[in-house]
């Protein structure tokens, strides 16, 4: 092998649409997708949280990505993408409900983000669109921490 010959690591990303707009995981923090499941409503506060599904003897919440980017809340009879996300050490796993075709995608290259929320890692080039990547356990971090200072200045 030519030294000059360098194997190039190619990451795969899973387009999905939430609400009006595309976004994308790292295909390494997606689990599978789910035909539409009995979705089950339970007592919380928490808004981006819609329910719990059952998935391989596991209860999964329900987290509507697309209402968390601001976009209207996601019809309850899509598809389930269940993805991973790590934050503060744990690891955690959501059904996000998507809408439309999701698309495994390995583009040749990948833009760096700058001057977007902090849960965006890099934008994927499609055309002459720009898709977010997003960082689910970023996203729902910051959410977390913006509702526990709303909830706490109503409590007071």
Not at 9 to 32: D, M, N, T
Not at 59 to 64: A, R, S
Not at 97 to 108: A, F, H, I, K, N
Request: charged share 25%.
């Amino acid at each position: 092998m030519s030294p000059a010959f360098e194997e190039v690591q190619r990451r795969s990303f899973v387009l999905v649409q939430v609400g009006k707009r595309r976004v994308a995981l790292a295909a390494e923090s997606v689990i599978e997708l789910v035909a539409p499941a009995r979705e089950q409503q339970i007592p919380h506060r928490t808004p981006w949280l819609s329910g719990v599904i059952l998935r391989r003897g596991r209860i999964v919440p329900v987290c509507d990505v697309g209402q968390l980017l601001g976009e209207e809340p996601s019809p309850l009879n899509g598809f389930h993408l269940i993805a991973e996300s790590q934050s503060k050490g744990a690891r955690d796993r959501y059904a996000i409900p998507v809408g439309g075709e999701c698309v495994l995608m390995t583009p040749e290259s990948t833009i760096p983000a700058q001057d977007h929320a902090e849960y965006v890692v890099e934008m994927l080039p499609l055309g002459e669109e720009k898709i977010e990547v997003l960082d689910l356990g970023k996203l729902i971090q910051q959410q977390e921490s913006a509702f526990a200072d709303t909830t706490q200045d109503v409590d007071s």
